[in-house]
């Protein structure tokens, strides 16, 4: 039987290329042999225990691919339409489904766990616990401002918290483009150390954290690697598509979802693209609230973070 391929290289963001490991084990099992992965980002898969080889997608002889391998392709019609007519809506499915489904199957829910080993050993030597944040911009519907950010480091550190943040300037090219820039600010108490970690560093100092907070990121996915109390601050996405399972149990484990005063979900509700389009279609990027609103209400207020984040960590 030749070798086998899953190209990844129309994967753009981390998360995603993240999501694709439970998919990853799937080909391996069924195919009894590791697989070689395409990506734009090869590191992620380095150490994968059902990868063979793991290459950059600008890196190889495709004719060769295409000839030598059986080539499984996902992520290929992201925004578009197929023959038929029909679109692959990221935003009303499982981001770990999406691909399996691109090759045609599903996973059992014991089959969505994410696995991820760094590639460099822990540099940073941490003298104290310590809850690590993600302060980053992505799309609006799912960025929470910097002041809010500021606004609860401040509350950790006069709780006695120890605070590092970490992040790294980014940008999403593909059917849609957006910059995600990190939000840089001084932590009195604690370390700011964006835009200085590799994707194992940001692996060590998830896994050795009290906490993780974030909103939907790459840095999500990744910490569903790990066992770290994660808190997933809300947004206009369904969370149920996003939330990390955790262990082989196939369920939610050391997670916390912080809603705001909206629980619409409306990114995630088909409806809307019914409103925008005339058909059932992904809705467009949400630069806006789709209900017309004058902000975010499904981003939750710092007081309401502060207070699952202290009652959360309490009870580990």
């Given at each position: 039987?030749?070798?086998?391929?899953?190209?990844?290289?129309?994967?753009?963001?981390l998360?995603?290329?993240?999501?694709?490991?439970?998919?990853?084990?799937?080909l391996?099992?069924?195919?009894e042999q590791?697989i070689t992965?395409?990506?734009p980002?090869?590191?992620?898969f380095?150490?994968?225990?059902?990868?063979?080889n793991?290459?950059?997608?600008?890196?190889?002889?495709w004719?060769?691919?295409?000839?030598?391998?059986?080539m499984?392709?996902?992520?290929?019609?992201?925004?578009?339409?197929?023959?038929?007519?029909?679109?692959m809506?990221?935003?009303?499915?499982?981001i770990?489904?999406?691909?399996?489904?691109q090759?045609?199957?599903?996973?059992?829910?014991?089959e969505?766990?994410?696995?991820?080993s760094?590639?460099e050993?822990?540099?940073?030597?941490i003298?104290?616990?310590?809850?690590l944040?993600h302060p980053?911009?992505?799309w609006?519907?799912?960025?929470?401002?910097?002041?809010?950010?500021m606004e609860?480091?401040?509350?950790?550190?006069?709780a006695?918290?120890y605070?590092?943040?970490?992040?790294?300037?980014?940008?999403?090219t593909g059917?849609?483009n957006?910059d995600?820039?990190?939000?840089?600010?001084?932590?009195?108490h604690?370390m700011?150390l964006?835009?200085?970690?590799?994707?194992?560093?940001?692996?060590?100092?998830?896994?050795?954290?009290?906490?993780?907070i974030?909103m939907?990121?790459?840095?999500?996915?990744l910490a569903?690697t790990?066992n770290t109390?994660?808190?997933?601050?809300?947004?206009?996405?369904?969370?149920n598509?996003?939330a990390?399972?955790r262990t082989?149990?196939?369920?939610?484990?050391?997670?916390k979802?912080?809603?705001?005063?909206?629980?619409l979900?409306?990114?995630?509700?088909?409806?809307?693209?019914?409103?925008e389009w005339g058909?059932?279609?992904?809705?467009?990027?949400?630069?806006?609230?789709?209900?017309?609103?004058?902000k975010?209400y499904?981003?939750?207020e710092?007081d309401?973070?502060?207070e699952?984040?202290i009652?959360?960590?309490?009870?580990?």
């Amino acid at each position: 039987m030749k070798q086998v391929c899953l190209n990844l290289s129309e994967c753009p963001a981390l998360g995603d290329l993240i999501c694709a490991t439970p998919t990853i084990r799937k080909l391996s099992r069924a195919y009894e042999q590791n697989i070689t992965v395409v990506s734009p980002v090869p590191e992620l898969f380095k150490k994968n225990p059902y990868v063979q080889n793991s290459y950059k997608s600008t890196s190889i002889d495709w004719d060769y691919f295409n000839e030598h391998f059986i080539m499984h392709n996902s992520f290929t019609n992201v925004g578009k339409k197929n023959e038929r007519g029909v679109e692959m809506k990221h935003n009303t499915m499982d981001i770990r489904q999406f691909h399996a489904v691109q090759l045609g199957f599903m996973l059992d829910r014991y089959e969505l766990y994410c696995e991820y080993s760094p590639t460099e050993p822990n540099r940073f030597d941490i003298p104290h616990k310590y809850i690590l944040i993600h302060p980053v911009s992505t799309w609006p519907n799912r960025t929470w401002p910097a002041e809010k950010w500021m606004e609860l480091v401040k509350d950790l550190n006069d709780a006695g918290f120890y605070v590092i943040s970490v992040g790294k300037d980014s940008s999403e090219t593909g059917f849609f483009n957006v910059d995600k820039p990190v939000f840089n600010f001084d932590i009195p108490h604690g370390m700011n150390l964006m835009n200085q970690t590799s994707i194992s560093d940001c692996y060590h100092l998830i896994h050795n954290a009290s906490c993780f907070i974030t909103m939907d990121s790459g840095l999500l996915h990744l910490a569903g690697t790990t066992n770290t109390p994660i808190i997933h601050l809300g947004s206009s996405l369904n969370p149920n598509f996003r939330a990390p399972y955790r262990t082989v149990h196939g369920q939610y484990h050391n997670y916390k979802y912080v809603a705001g005063s909206c629980a619409l979900q409306c990114c995630s509700d088909m409806k809307y693209g019914v409103k925008e389009w005339g058909s059932v279609q992904g809705v467009q990027p949400l630069i806006g609230c789709l209900e017309n609103k004058d902000k975010f209400y499904c981003h939750p207020e710092v007081d309401q973070v502060y207070e699952e984040a202290i009652n959360y960590i309490s009870t580990l």
